[in-house]
């Protein structure tokens, strides 16, 4: 067997996301970076192997879609795409395509495809030297060595075989007192899935299950204990099976028996079940997959250990790198073998598989909270970090970190964290000690989110400018039928989409304001009752929109409305109220109708940025209503949320304000938006990031889609010697960030952006401008 030895700054070990975002990071700060996969195809458990589609937290809060390098490359898949996307079992190999196509554009980055992780060569008792492995079907022996070693395995095999401590299984409540905890610790772990996918060949598809399949007979165990097939194409998360094998070493027997399962689910649809056999009878198998996408196993230890408590404290890191915000999702141990499946899902009734308003339901909502980097900073090995399902956490809090969203980001600040390590000469401690700041400010500049920090470069001159643009936006409000603009922009049919209007608990309405005072507001409401109701209406300021209390402090007002019977009737709430100067433009209020079932405030086809509703699940909680929608509202005077002055809040997304400059819809494009400096200032390097895919998560884009808010055709003019010359024009445009460093560099005193077209929406938007030397 021949043996190749390769010198690398940073060896990233696993290519599924968070591996494939954080070679990519690492080499684009200019580390010499490899990173090594035993599959053929990038992505993990979201490759066209397995089919997994990631999930973040955009399922559960609005404008919390995961950005940076996931999102670059979920854009590109969806504007390459004709296929669409639901979830587990529909991804074709576009998306594989897209993820290599990015990894071959990068500059430093050696993919090692095919290659298995045999072990590694300690140079001492804390630092690995190399890691060890074979290419499949070559006859190849590689010693990679490395600088910082990243083990995005999921099971942790470079971290075991380098000697890190580890736990698997289930923390007992008696350790860290978490609510999800088991009463005792135990060795239980979430299982592994397969999937499959069906097509409708228009005819009468028969199907016989073969005689190793699993029979089923008996339709409790379907829809009494959560595993509905609601989807005659397939899809079904609940095809898995964990406990009692152990899922690393009993893998195989673990990939037959699913087998067995999910060949055994499709016979009791096609041929038994009185629900589904009628509608998927033109119905055939058109893929069963084969590796199964795994959930858990070893947790490697770190230098700080997450819990549950810091999800549902939302604790504030100081080294804070990377958000999440999934549900606390733990399936129950033994999938398809236990008596339910994940336990919000088995108690939704016969169709409808999760209930929001239950008490687990309730107890498992959270988000959006921040990630440290100490998780992912291995304690028994110096130069080991991880990133994935195997770091430094709880059993519980497992359930909500372990999404392929929230992986990457962990991913990309790894990558982005172990270079500017390199580039430092820091160790770890080092690192968390004196490099935050830059790691986070790098995070933030490649377009990242972080709920606790913000844009403080002190080398993006754009901070510094005065901002002016051709026009901006005003809210009068949203009536029901007001058009919207999210065309392809479809309503997920898998996690739970609260949407009914009739006031059953207590909804509130977030609302921008800019300032001065709120003479009224006025609900669109319905009454069916033919009698006269009464509704309590509260104010509140929030402290941003995923503020979820259900009593954010003191009301600054409150009234009681009389609702006469009728349909759509617009109700005003004379406030006449001056708003406390502390309140900033562009920050949020929240409009609070307390429950009455008698009435429903309707929901608009319009959605305003950032203007989500939320809805009570329980007397402290609410969460967000529906996909992000706005209620029907009016606000007099007209608020100005949306001024010029957004872009240089330092956020790119609506948070604590709007944080995004919005044209009058009303004036045609182009618009324009202007920085200026009393001093000229050196340019070399633009970077905007512009609105768009953020409100929902990934299922719910349409093949070829390009959002309608992202400026399509655009140019960047600089003030030059008092003429205006421009510097980049771009067409066709459908990302979100865009980075623009010129040939040469230039001296200005002002910087203008000019949106001449956008991808369907009438007015031209924009979250941030970046400008550095």
């Known amino acids: 067997m021949k043996t190749i030895t390769e010198n690398y700054d940073i060896v990233v070990c696993g290519g599924g996301l968070a591996g494939f975002c954080a ?8 580390a010499k970076t490899c990173l090594v996969h035993n599959r053929p195809v990038l992505g993990g458990n979201s490759s066209s192997e397995v089919g997994v589609t990631p999930h973040g937290a955009a399922a559960f809060h609005a404008y919390a879609r995961e950005t940076g390098i996931i999102s670059e490359a979920l854009i590109e898949e969806r504007a390459r795409n004709h296929a669409e996307i639901y979830e ?3 991804t074709n190999s576009v998306w594989d395509m897209v993820l290599y196509d990015l990894a071959q554009k990068t500059s430093g980055l050696t993919l090692h495809l095919n290659t298995d992780i045999r072990g590694v060569d300690m140079r001492d008792k804390r630092n690995i030297a190399a890691v060890l492995a074979v290419v499949q079907n070559a006859e190849i022996e590689l ?5 910082t070693f990243i083990d995005c395995t999921g099971d942790g095999i470079v971290a075991d075989s380098a000697g890190c401590r580890w736990r698997m299984g289930s923390e007992g409540r008696d350790e860290f007192d978490e609510p999800h905890a088991p009463p005792q610790a135990n060795g239980d772990t979430m299982g592994s899935s397969i999937h499959f996918l069906a097509r409708d060949t228009g005819r009468a598809a028969p199907y016989v299950a073969p005689d190793w399949a699993v029979k089923h007979e008996d339709a409790s165990y379907f829809y009494d204990q959560g595993r509905i097939p609601k989807e005659d194409r397939g899809g079904f998360w609940w095809i898995e099976i964990g406990v009692p094998y152990h899922t690393i070493h009993d893998a195989e027997t673990i990939r037959h028996e699913l087998t067995r399962h999910a060949l055994g689910v499709w016979d009791w649809m096609k041929n038994k079940d009185p629900k589904t056999k009628d509608r998927v009878k033109n119905y055939a198998l058109d893929w069963i997959g084969q590796v199964p996408g795994k959930r858990e196993s070893r947790r490697i230890i770190g230098r700080y250990f997450m819990t549950e408590h810091d999800i549902i404290n939302q604790t504030v890191f100081p080294d804070e790198i990377a958000f999440g915000g999934w549900f606390v999702d733990l399936h129950t141990p ?7 499946s994940e336990p919000s899902a088995a108690v939704g009734g016969d169709e409808h598989e999760y209930d929001t308003f239950s008490d687990y339901s309730a107890m498992s909502y959270c988000g959006p909270y921040g990630v440290p980097l100490r998780i992912l900073l291995a304690k028994d090995v110096d130069n080991l970090m ?3 399902r195997n770091v430094s956490v709880t059993h519980a809090a497992l359930g909500t970190v372990r999404v392929m969203g929230t992986t990457a980001l962990m991913g990309e600040a790894a990558g982005i964290a172990a270079a500017i390590g390199l580039e430092k000469g820091h160790d770890f401690d080092q690192l968390v000690a004196k490099d935050m700041v830059q790691i986070q400010q790098r995070l933030l500049a490649n377009g990242c989110h972080l709920p606790n920090y913000r844009n403080e470069d002190p080398q993006d001159v754009a901070r510094f400018a005065q901002v002016r643009a051709s026009s901006e936006a005003s809210i009068h409000g949203v009536a029901p039928e007001s058009p919207g603009h999210h065309e392809g922009l479809a309503v997920w049919k898998d996690q739970p989409q609260y949407h009914i209007e009739r006031l059953e608990t207590r909804r509130g309405q977030l609302v921008a304001i800019s300032g001065g005072r709120i003479d009224s507001i006025e609900l669109c409401l319905s009454n069916e009752s033919g009698v006269e109701q009464q509704l309590e209406v509260r104010l509140y300021a929030v402290r941003h929109i995923w503020d979820y209390r259900a009593e954010p ?4 007002a409150s009234a009681t409305l009389t609702v006469p019977p009728g349909r759509h009737l617009w109700v005003p709430w004379e406030l006449n109220f001056e708003l406390p100067t502390h309140l900033l433009s562009g ?21 305003i940025p950032g203007h989500m509703a ?4 329980s007397p402290n909680r609410m969460r967000r209503f529906g996909n992000g929608h706005t209620l029907a509202f009016r606000i007099s005077p007209a608020q100005r949320p949306f001024g010029p002055a957004q872009i240089l809040s330092g956020v790119a997304r609506p948070h604590r304000a709007t944080n995004l400059w919005i044209s009058d819809p009303a004036q045609p494009l182009p618009q324009w938006i202007e920085l200026s400096w009393p001093e000229p200032q050196t340019l070399h390097e633009i970077q905007l990031i512009f609105p768009g895919h953020l409100i929902r998560e990934y299922h719910a884009y349409a093949p070829f889609y390009r959002d309608s808010q992202c400026p399509r055709d655009y140019r960047v003019e600089a003030l030059v010697d008092g003429r205006w010359t421009r510097l980049v024009e771009v067409h066709d445009n459908y990302q979100r960030l865009r980075r623009h460093v010129l040939a040469e560099s230039i001296t200005a005193t002002s910087l203008r952006v000019v949106v001449m077209a956008t991808n369907g929406d009438p007015s031209a938007a924009l979250y941030e401008i970046r400008c550095r030397a």
């Open 553 to 556: 402090d003191q009301p600054l």
């Open 23 to 30: 070679a990519v990071a690492a080499a684009r700060q200019g």
């Open 386 to 388: 991880m990133a994935g």
């Open 143 to 147: 010693r990679l060595e490395g600088r």
């Open 334 to 340: 033994g999938g398809l073998l236990a008596k339910t």
């Open 88 to 90: 587990n079992g529909w």
């Open 587 to 607: 920050s949020f209020l929240r409009v609070d109708a307390l429950a009455n079932k008698q009435l429903l405030w309707h929901a608009s086809r319009k959605i």
């Open 614 to 617: 939320t809805y009570a699940i």
